[in-house]
Every structure is written in structure tokens, then in C-alpha cells.
């Protein structure tokens, strides 16, 4: 495995590629990742990783000096994984001074994790349009990346810039990876305590309830939020959302074209789950 901390030097080891898989991270890997990068390695002849905690999709007061870094863990869950590249730069490598933004749209991007988190999906896109860019700079023959559903708006978003920017890169989006206990796995569940985890197991299993009432037959929105409200009484809700594949908030479920969205805090730790009907 080959570790690069700058765009030019990456650009010497993506000459001549046939099929790239990339899979863009913020680090403290966990098994999420891995079945992103095991579904990429599966899928295409080079595999290409980036570690970047990305400070412009942090917003003021946010976690970016505290969010869990694990440099040396990282590097060799992606050697044993396959990766050929794993990119890391620095941020002075990657951003410019007063440098040209993206606009996330306002419809999908300043709802939900973007209300509360204003700018977060600027951020992102601003990352993620140049991480494409220098991945694919060399022009593989094939350009591939990968997304966890777990961050469901992220993906949406994603899909959408690479629709209104004309990017050629086909997303492939992932299942959600879950413990055994059927909490999502994330790089924040390492502030929870073990009694916060547990606390936070309400989460997954108020959208199992949502689910398991979908099946019976049970689509108005309004009664599935009820339950799953008193499913998580014990934590503090910041939004229970039901929206279709394009982010329009429904009152009824559709199936095949529903997303139902849980953004939770259990006492510090802002945690967010989801499950496609
Ligand atoms: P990060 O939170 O590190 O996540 C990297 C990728 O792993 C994302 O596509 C995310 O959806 C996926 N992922 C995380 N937890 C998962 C789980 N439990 N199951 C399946 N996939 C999971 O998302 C980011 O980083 C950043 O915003 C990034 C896209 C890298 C831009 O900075």
C-alpha cells in the first residue's frame, strides 16, 4: 500500500489505471468503512482510500479538534483491506486562500442535518468535488465511489452534484453497518459511555418499530412518528423525519421511496440513523 500526503504526488500513482474504487473518510475507521472499502476492492483493479478530517464541513463550536483520530489503527485496517492507495493530505495541500465554494441547494441541503448543522453541506460537497477531481484527475478508465446510506442527505447531495455538475463518477451507495445490537456504527459512537450506548440502542430500535409497523400496514406518518417518539422517550430528539428519495417530506410512506431519518443527542454526542422503506 503506497501512502500519499499530497495531490502531486498522488497524481504520479494514478497514471494509466483501469478501474479506481474510491472511498472518501474522515478516519477512526470502523467496520461501516470497511464494508465500503471491501465492496470497492471486490469491484475494481485499484482501490484508492482518503483519510481528511475536513474542517469546512465543521461548524463553529462543532467537535473538529475533538473528532477521533487514529492515524496508525487506520493505516493498517486499510493495508489488511487491500487498499493500493491511501491518500491523506494535509489541508494546506488541498485548500486555497478565498477559493471558489459550492452552494449546496437549498431544498435538500439546508433541511434536516443541514438546519441544524448550516453550511455542513458545503462543506462536504466543497470536499468531495475536489477529492473526485484529483482521484480521477489521471482520467481512469472506470471511476467509482463509495457512500454509506448511514448518512443518507450526504448521499443524496452527492448524487446530485455529480447529476448538475456532470461528474464522471458512478456512486454506488452502501448499506448501513450496524453492531450486533443494531446500533449504526459511527466514528462519534467512541465519546459514548457504555451506558450512553445503551441508552442510544432506542434509536435503531424505534426504526425497527417503524419498519415492523410499516409491514402491518401502517403508512400516515403522524401515527409512525408517535411510536417511535415514545420508543425514544428517554433521549433528547432533534428530528424525526419521513421524506421520499429526493428529500420531500412525506406524510404518507411509499414503499421504495421512503427514507426515514432519526437525528438524536445523547447527552453531548449528536448521533443520526436512518432506514430506506
Ligand atoms: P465519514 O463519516 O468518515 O464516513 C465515510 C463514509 O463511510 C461515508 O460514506 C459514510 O456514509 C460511511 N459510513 C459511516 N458509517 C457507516 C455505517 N455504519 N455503515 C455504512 N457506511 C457508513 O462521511 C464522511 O466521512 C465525510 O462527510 C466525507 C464524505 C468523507 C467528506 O468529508
Given at each position: 500500500m503506497i501512502i500519499v500526503n499530497s495531490v502531486e504526488e498522488l497524481l504520479k500513482y494514478t497514471r494509466d489505471l483501469d478501474s479506481v474504487g474510491f472511498v472518501p473518510t474522515m478516519g477512526a475507521l470502523h467496520q461501516?468503512?470497511?464494508?465500503?472499502?471491501?465492496r470497492a476492492r471486490d469491484e475494481n483493479s485499484t482501490v484508492i482510500v482518503s483519510i481528511f478530517v475536513n474542517p469546512t464541513q465543521f461548524l463553529e463550536g462543532e467537535d473538529l479538534d475533538k473528532y477521533p483520530r487514529k492515524e496508525l489503527a487506520d493505516i493498517e485496517i486499510c493495508k489488511r483491506a487491500g487498499v493500493d492507495i491511501l491518500f491523506m493530505p494535509t489541508v494546506e495541500s488541498i485548500y486555497f486562500k478565498d477559493e471558489l465554494r459550492i452552494e449546496a441547494p437549498a431544498i435538500r441541503g439546508f433541511i434536516l442535518?443541514?438546519?441544524?448543522?448550516?453550511?455542513?453541506?458545503n462543506g462536504v460537497l466543497q470536499i468531495v468535488?475536489?477529492?473526485?477531481?484529483?482521484?480521477?484527475?489521471?482520467?481512469?478508465?472506470?471511476?467509482?465511489?463509495?457512500?454509506?446510506k448511514k448518512d443518507a442527505q450526504q448521499l443524496i447531495l452527492i448524487e446530485q452534484m455529480v447529476k448538475d455538475y456532470f461528474l464522471n463518477v458512478e456512486i454506488i451507495p452502501c448499506?448501513?453497518?450496524?453492531?450486533?445490537?443494531?446500533?449504526?456504527?459511527?466514528s462519534r459512537n467512541a465519546y459514548l459511555s457504555k451506558e450512553e450506548k445503551e441508552q442510544a440502542l432506542a434509536i435503531s430500535r424505534s426504526l425497527k418499530r417503524a419498519s415492523k409497523l410499516?409491514?402491518?400496514?401502517?403508512?400516515?406518518?403522524?401515527?409512525?412518528?408517535?411510536?417511535?417518539r415514545e420508543v425514544m422517550k428517554s433521549l433528547d430528539?432533534?428530528?424525526?423525519?419521513?421524506v421520499d428519495r429526493n428529500f420531500k417530506k412525506q406524510e404518507r410512506i411509499e414503499l421504495k421511496n421512503s427514507i426515514i431519518l432519526v437525528a438524536c443527542r445523547v447527552n453531548n454526542t449528536r448521533l443520526i440513523d436512518n432506514i430506506w422503506i
Open positions: 461501516g468503512h470497511l464494508s465500503l472499502i471491501k442535518e443541514g438546519a441544524k448543522r448550516a453550511g455542513h453541506f468535488m475536489k477529492l473526485f477531481n484529483i482521484i480521477s484527475y489521471n482520467r481512469p478508465k472506470k471511476f467509482r465511489a463509495y457512500f454509506g448499506e448501513i453497518i450496524r453492531d450486533s445490537n443494531g446500533l449504526a456504527l459511527s410499516i409491514m402491518q400496514g401502517v403508512l400516515d406518518t403522524k401515527k409512525i412518528e408517535k411510536e417511535m430528539i432533534e428530528y424525526i423525519a419521513f
